[in-house]
T-cell receptor
Framework: AQKVTQAQTEISVVEKEDVTLDCVYE???????LFWYKQPPSGELVFLIR??????QNEISGRYSWNFQKSTSSFNFTITASQVVDSAVYFC??????????????FGQGTILTVHP | KAGVTQTPRYLIKTRGQQVTLSCSPI?????VSWYQQTPGQGLQFLFE???????NKGNFPGRFSGRQFSNSRSEMNVSTLELGDSALYLC??????????????FGSGTRLTVV
């Protein structure tokens, strides 16, 4: 069965600090998809990134970057030069391929990020 | 392009009552899935519908049910409400086949409080 673990429950930083959110996943499938979502106080889950299991290329997009390592089953997310508006709950999620996985994301417990001015 | 719309945003119900929540997906998306979010259990998958058929179901009691209409709008129903059903209910829509390859776009959720 699939599982996603976000070991960091809460992180508090001061504006302009870099912050990395950790995510470790478990799956038996060889084809799967990994996601990061952000949930501000309004409640909506905002999509940040999706990676498939065959794409280990790491990427930088503005202040965001991702580090996907299949060897350690990790999919970490870094915010560079954090801002107060980055304060939210961040979720890592896994979707397996195949019929039993239609519509199903398995989420980690979330990491509460607070960025202080 | 309109996003995923969930109605109502807030709802207060009494134990034992039933409730119906609505989700309108992004135009053209045929897959709609539902999630329950609680402080204790986190985000948990309820079920997924595609072209009016339930294709996948999470581990929830039969009091939780859903349906999808021909225009892809979906409703979920909870009967005989319990205090533990108080949660934020989120729906997500997906294009294509509704698998992770197509991604999921979430609505703002319906916050249900059972008193």
């Amino acid at each position: 069965a699939q599982k996603v673990t976000q070991a960091q429950t809460e992180i508090s930083v001061v504006e302009k600090e870099d912050v990395t959110l950790d995510c470790v996943y478990e799956t038996r499938d060889t084809t799967y998809y990994l996601f990061w979502y952000k949930q501000p106080p309004s409640g909506e889950l905002v999509f940040l990134i999706r990676r498939n299991s065959f794409d280990e290329q790491n990427e930088i997009s503005g202040r965001y970057s991702w580090n996907f390592q299949k060897s350690t089953s990790s999919f970490n997310f870094t915010i560079t030069a954090s801002q107060v508006v980055d304060s939210a709950v961040y979720f890592c999620a896994l979707s397996e391929d195949g019929g039993t996985s239609y519509g199903k994301l398995t989420f980690g417990q979330g990491t509460i990020l607070t960025v202080h001015p | 392009k309109a996003g995923v719309t969930q109605t109502p945003r807030y709802l207060i119900k009494t134990r034992g009552q039933q409730v119906t929540l609505s989700c309108s997906p992004i135009s053209g998306h045929r897959s709609v899935s539902w999630y329950q979010q609680t402080p204790g259990q986190g985000l948990q998958f309820l079920f997924e519908y595609f072209s009016e058929t339930q294709r996948n179901k999470g581990n929830f009691p039969g009091r939780f049910s859903g349906r999808q209409f021909s225009n892809s709008r979906s409703e979920m129903n909870v009967s005989t409400l319990e205090l533990g059903d108080s949660a934020l209910y989120l729906c997500a829509s997906s294009s294509g086949g509704g698998t992770g390859n197509y991604g999921y776009t979430f609505g703002s959720g319906t916050r249900l409080t059972v008193v």
